[in-house]
């Protein structure tokens, strides 16, 4: 290490990182899970981590999000931080897992390997695949380098606009990920195909989003783009094909395409649903007779992004909440002492806060209460319950909605699939209770990552992609849409879903 860089130990994640000397850490750890919400704007309070060796000075927006115990125990702002000398932070809180999944699938007549990748907004997985077999050979997940411009996808979009480059960071990083995942083997990979939400498909393929970033929000280029891989500077063959996949409208993007491919949508013949639980909420209903899909924007609630003690699914964060005996019970993410609350925890708390009446179902807070205390230190404010209800309403409203197009009702739903992250950790118990989905329970579950598996069933089996054409909603030219979105705020399970 020479004199004109520092070497960074974050903790517990064993990982050693140099900066040049005087460097902001932002500039290192985006890569390794640290978020920055509000993209360094010193805004939300959201990148703090812990000086544990070393010493970094307290900043004025330091003064401003801890108090003076925090700042004398050493947690600092990442994004406004500069290493002047070697440092070891505690980063634990942001270590996470990233769902993948490697069941075997079936082979198809085709030979050689194939890649498959989900590439999310918050973390990328991807598989190396036996197209012959269908077999599993390698698994890559990574968080996407794109974090350090913001946690979620209109953040990306602004900072795109305002010139900075999004594109070249995450074909570098899927480019290292794809090397590795064909590494002494590379000479065999015949395809890549990469979905992600309409914001990555138009980063990733280096297009404009200045679209996506106002009224109506729609883009003129959704289609599928195919890459060589000296397009995008892959050591790959130069016969192998490169495909992101098209987007289905408007903020509906390719994940949703895979996850229709992966729940079978198009060869059912009773109706089924796919809801994918975010800050973009993405929803697609139907058939091999009909399929409708939506977006709506639900908020960064469910990622627990505009909850005061918010944080995601990382160590610390009380994860499930229930009510025994008269008392709440928490469970946190490595089960350790609750350092805030993450989606699920959030879903779970609303719920049992109307199961003891803490909470009523218009969303105040009982007795005039201004906190709803879940588990010292971390308690719900009234701000959070209405951050939650603005959430649960954008789904809920969007799923009545395609529903009534198709002339169903949810009791006409065989299943109702929960794809993705939080739809794998949320109670469908809670989320019932609450009216976030509004449909029994018993044909209510999560299925994973849904976005990956339809990915590896497209590289097996193209015809997978065989189905009816998917009709796009845009939900807020909905006539009915303000006053079902005001129906659904109340904190109560529809009668559908008894």
Known sequence: MSEASVRIRLEPLSVEVEIPRGGLLSSVLAAHGVEFPCAGASACGGCRV???????????????????????????????????????LDCGQWHMEVLAGDGQLAGSARSGLGIAIDLGTTTIAAQTIDLATGEVLAIETLLNPQARFGADVMSRVQAALSGADLTGP??????????????????????????????????????????????????????????????????LPSS????????????????????????????????????????????????????????????????????????RAARGAIAHVAWENGELLVTTVGGGTARGICGS????????????????????????????????????????IRELQLAKAAI???????????????????????????????????????????????????????ALHGAKLLLLSPEAEDRPGIEHVSLASEPDFEDEYVSCMALRASESAQ
Request: proline share 4%; hydrophobic share 50%; aromatic share 4%.
């Open 396 to 450: 809920a409203s969007g799923f009545r909605l395609l529903l009534r197009r198709l002339g169903l009702r949810a009791g006409d739903l065989e299943s109702v699939y929960l794809a993705g992250a939080f739809g794998n950790y949320v109670s469908v118990e809670s989320a019932v209770a609450i009216g976030l989905i509004e449909a029994p329970a018993k044909v209510v579950r999560a299925v994973g990552n849904t």
């Open 240 to 311: 192998c094909h490169i495909r992101m996949e098209r987007c289905l409208g408007g903020f509906v993007g390719s994940d949703i395409l895979a996850g229709i491919v992966a729940v079978g949508m198009a060869h059912s013949d009773a109706p089924v649903a796919l809801i994918d639980l975010g800050t973009n909420g993405e929803i697609a209903i139907g058939s091999r007779a009909r399929i409708v899909c939506a977006s709506t924007a639900a908020g960064p609630a469910f990622e627990a992004g505009s909850i005061a003690m918010g944080m």
């Open 170 to 235: 995450i074909r570098r990083s899927l480019g290292d990920t794809v090397a590795q995942l064909a590494a002494g083997r590379a000479e065999h990979v015949v395809e890549v195909v990469v979905v992600g939400n309409t914001v990555m498909h138009h980063l990733f393929s280096g297009l404009d989003v200045k679209p996506l970033a106002q009224v109506p929000f729609q883009s003129s280029h959704l289609e599928a783009q195919q890459f060589a891989p000296a397009d995008l500077g892959w050591t």
């Open 50 to 88: 812990r000086v544990l060796a070393g010493s970094l000075p307290i900043s004025d927006a330091d003064r401003a999000v801890f108090s003076a115990g925090e700042l004398e125990d050493g947690w600092r702002l990442a994004c406004q931080a500069r290493a002047a000398m070697p440092l070891a």
């Open 345 to 384: 925890g959030l879903v779970d708390a609303a719920a049992v806060g109307l199961q003891c009446g803490a909470i009523l179902p218009s969303g105040r807070l009982a007795n005039g209460a201004s906190v709803f205390p879940i588990s010292d230190p971390v308690v719900l404010m009234q701000s959070d």
